[in-house]
């Protein structure tokens, strides 16, 4: 095989060389590069699965379910008013009649107010006759306060990008989008800091840092259409957590309201100040429970112009922990991320999608680093004598490294393409998980052992269980179990769960690592939590909202 | 001038190359590098600016002013119990008689209580008449519940080096003391996840992590005496922040007990968790006020093999603005600490100690970068560029490059030796602020006008003020403003306060950017946050605290 420039190692060790790599991908016409093997999954992307996991699959054109349907246990709760004409002319009032949209109240505003009721998955379904799109923090702060004295129950909006339904009303709540709150309000080139309104897209925040040569400390699938605002307050973690941490550690300062009105003035630009509690940080993570955040101050990093992307095989999960441990060593501080995929989900994208994988031949485990940093040659470098190292140690067994944008996108696809790839049989139980990282893929092997001794994985149609993969971010411990299916089967579920919220528990792991609980797994938080953690949960959402009015149903 | 293989600098543009680096430092035998100029400030460092600023120089050697007498307006209050034989009685049957010290009460003990009851600055000093020294986390738990039961006020105290008197007692308040849970409990050596009880010392900490090649993300001075569970109840800010971010973001775990002997079992090894408020970050920077951490759970980063120094000359604050923002673009993902010193602080330490600067010649203003990664050649090769730069741009007019350890050390002495020769002419006023970077300096210049007006600074012994200095973590925005003088004087600490905080409060600074609230910066708490906020710190400290046993008289 031949030998390269950039990644010159020994013959003897190459199973797969970039040449080989350049060979699959550069003679492919770029339209190739599309994943083809799902558009069922794609257009109706996912259902429901009662049970807190995640199905993904085709689901009925017709309308979208009624979550109070779906979750028959859940009743309105009687407390909260209904609204009333008095109500909206209070509303109107204060906002203007451009930022209320109505239905069924009155019929003065010809916005359709489905795209509010319902979550982009089409699994999640609200009754709101009423949302309010607030222009300013004050105007946040007289509607809330409104709310609260008149018993209105509400819901704050982002970008409605919610994994577990935690965006969209249940019932008549009133809905407060942040839509309108979409001003960039200072960035200051020399310390990184960037403040804007809740409202902000993310794609927006970040291109307008790309232009001043920052990035935004956080990157989502959802870029184009979530909201800075919603990203604090579900705690977003995403693609750049392995390299620039967690929220938060990002987020400097926070304007929110209370449902008094109160507005909290914690928008500090400052990296430190140790002046009394950090209150703040219960609005990250906080699903708009206690109030509505309108503003963030965030410390953004200066974009990294050299990306390097390398893709390869391992044959045992203990040699994928072995080569995370030799990357952080090696690669350290240009380490971007780390992603970890088993050979049975890399199978199916190929069953799927028909495509060629970048790697020849098949191993039982397949990792992609991403590394970023300032200088091309020197990254290059460190990725090469990285992979050199692993592979003359065995620790990896074959390796490619991308040449160009296109190819780093393409070996992205082979881990962003899974999700998609699943739903090609029907559906998907799907889990989001944090576990020890020894541990962690000990539960796709437990799940599997399950599933098959009850006869219920095979190859063909009469197995409702294609199979059970585990893939995932590797660097941040967080796996996603999927288990790919032929159809809906109770059996199934059964087998499932509580088994995986127990397994998961029994390592004081996580339910979820980073969606976050939403309305999905409200019931399950005990999985993870502690009765002392979720009572002094509940002591927090009691201090602030004492009436309750904040997205109810959901959370704790 | 001689060129250098490190630093190959246009000959026109190098004032100073790092042979003259080599020929100032190399030829000094060791013994020289330590300072000299300040004895008299080591013995006895400092002393209380009753006004909220530190006064550092000779104090008394008699025994330390109690608190309770520097701040008259201080009362005991009266709802505390005074401890008793059976309450003594109860400890020592929970915890032992070898975890009691007690004076006055029984004579069991002949431990001395004196190093608890005051601070290492010898600025504070409580009547505390009991120590108790739990082992354990139920031990914690069983004697903070007595004594919330009982109204027996406490103070929880870790290595004792609090800048702000925050770990002393101020009456009689009994003192818990961390040192006996020092166990480490866990590493994960992939996932670099560390667990350890509160009492741990940093240095022990970070020398354990050093074998497996890792690093705690947070280094201070104190590193030999504080311990791991005030650094993260204080918040602490230290070297490493610039690198490594904050410990709300490291953090990844608790264990604290809460005053009603409530175990918060939140000592997640997780590195995402989104499920419910992340209510352990209260305990991060809450001083102790609302309960004990007993343990932690925190990401700690691989150790960098490859540490570079440099330190400059530059000709305005502009300069040290635009150095920094091309540091971070360059250096980026290397860049460990910039650190910036003005002339005046670098002059009155060559005055103090007699020592030769690394540059000849005098700037306005001087910085100190570092860089630590994981290749030394790399990052070698990325500061040289980054210095041919800002000499050609003329941005940095002159430069030394550390060629080994000790050069960097003492690189390193130019700043960190600051705060000990600014004290030999006598004392120190001394504020540690945040501020937006682009105005940083300009308080230093305000400070130094005011007193210039009112005829207060001058060269000879007729003046009480020698000069006004700034310095700090420029890449933290952290500012050390410093006003050495020759002799305490109530006009000038008239001129300084409340001016300083003012102007803080002008910019929305903190004036506790890293060292806390104390007792020292209690009552200073609204030149940094509104009533707003300090109205909801109070509804933190009543939720969980609501007999004001922990730490009172204290942070807000």
């Known amino acids: ?57 085709p689901a009925p054109a017709k309308a979208i ?41 009155s019929t003065d505003a010809a916005d359709d107010i489905e795209p509010f009721n319902s979550d982009w998955m089409r699994k999640y379904r609200g009754h709101s006759k009423l949302v309010l799109k607030p222009g300013s923090t004050e105007e946040v702060s007289k509607i809330l306060k409104y709310c609260n004295d008149n018993m209105l129950a509400v819901v704050p909006q982002g970008g409605n990008t919610s994994l577990v339904g935690g965006s969209v009303p249940v019932f008549d709540e009133i809905v407060i989008s942040l839509q309108q709150m979409n001003n960039i309000r200072s960035f200051d080139e020399v310390s990184g800091i960037f403040v804007a309104d809740a409202g902000v897209i993310l794609e927006v925040a970040d291109n307008f840092l790309a232009e001043k040569n920052h990035i ?48 909290v003035d914690d928008l500090s630009k400052l990296r430190k100040n140790n002046t009394g509690y950090d209150v703040k940080q219960l609005f990250i993570g906080g699903e708009g429970t206690i109030g ?32 995370f441990q030799e990357a952080k060593n090696q690669l350290s501080e240009i380490l971007s991320a780390f992603e970890l995929m088993d050979g049975r989900s890399q199978r199916l994208v190929n069953k ?14 397949y990792c992609l680093i991403e590394t970023s940093g300032s200088n091309s040659d020197h990254d290059s470098e460190k990725l090469q004598s990285f992979l050199e190292h692993v592979m003359e140690t065995s620790v990896v067994s074959d390796g490619v490294l991308a040449q160009d944008q296109t190819q780093i996108q393409e070996l992205w696809a082979c881990r962003e393409g899974i999700p998609e790839c699943l739903g090609h049989w029907g ?29 219920l994985v095979g190859n063909d149609e009469s197995y409702p269980v294609v199979d059970v993969v585990g893939y995932g971010h590797m660097g941040d411990a967080n796996l ?54 979720v009572k002094l949960m509940k002591q927090i959402k009691n201090l602030y909202d004492p009436n309750g009015i904040m997205n109810p149903y959901k959370y704790i």
């Open 427 to 455: 559906g998907v139980y799907k889990y989001d998980l944090s576990l020890p990282i020894s541990s962690m893929y000990d539960l796709v092997n437990d799940v599997r052992d399950r599933l098959t001794k009850v006869g």
């Open 292 to 323: 509505i955040i309108t503003g963030i101050s965030i410390l953004c990093p200066q974009r990294s112009p050299a990306i390097n992307v390398a893709y390869f095989g391992l044959e045992s999960y203990e040699k994928c922990q072995e080569a």
């Open 216 to 263: 935004f400390p956080l990157d989502l699938g959802a870029k184009g259409s979530c909201q800075i605002g919603g990203n604090v307050a579900t705690n977003a973690g995403g693609l750049r957590l392995l390299r620039y941490g967690s929220l938060h550690g990002n987020v400097l300062g926070i304007e929110a309201v209370l449902p008094d009105g109160t507005i």
């Open 65 to 105: 379910k009624f979550t109070s349907d779906s979750y028959p246990e859940l009743k309105r709760d009687s407390k909260f008013a209904q609204i009333t004409e008095e109500h909206v002319n209070f509303f109107k009032e204060v906002l203007g009649l451009q930022s209320a949209v109505i239905d069924g109240v």
């Open 1 to 57: 095989m031949a030998s390269s420039s950039r990644l010159a190692l020994p013959l003897r060790r190459i199973k797969c060389s970039p040449g080989t790599f350049q060979r699959n991908f550069r003679a492919r016409p770029a339209a190739q590069v599309r994943w083809t093997g799902s558009t069922a999954a794609t257009s109706e992307p996912h259902q429901q699965d009662r049970k807190g996991g995640i199905k993904d699959g």
């Open 480 to 533: 996603h179990l999927n288990v790919p299916t032929r159809r809906y089967d109770k059996e199934v579920e059964r087998q499932l769960e509580p088994f995986v919220y127990e397994w998961v528990k029994g390592k004081n792991g996580s339910i979820s690592a980073e969606h976050g609980l939403g309305i999905a797994k409200k019931s399950f938080i005990r999985y993870s939590r502690s009765d002392t953690m």
């Open 352 to 365: 799927a999608t028909g495509k060629k994988m970048p790697l020849e031949g098949e191993h039982p485990f």
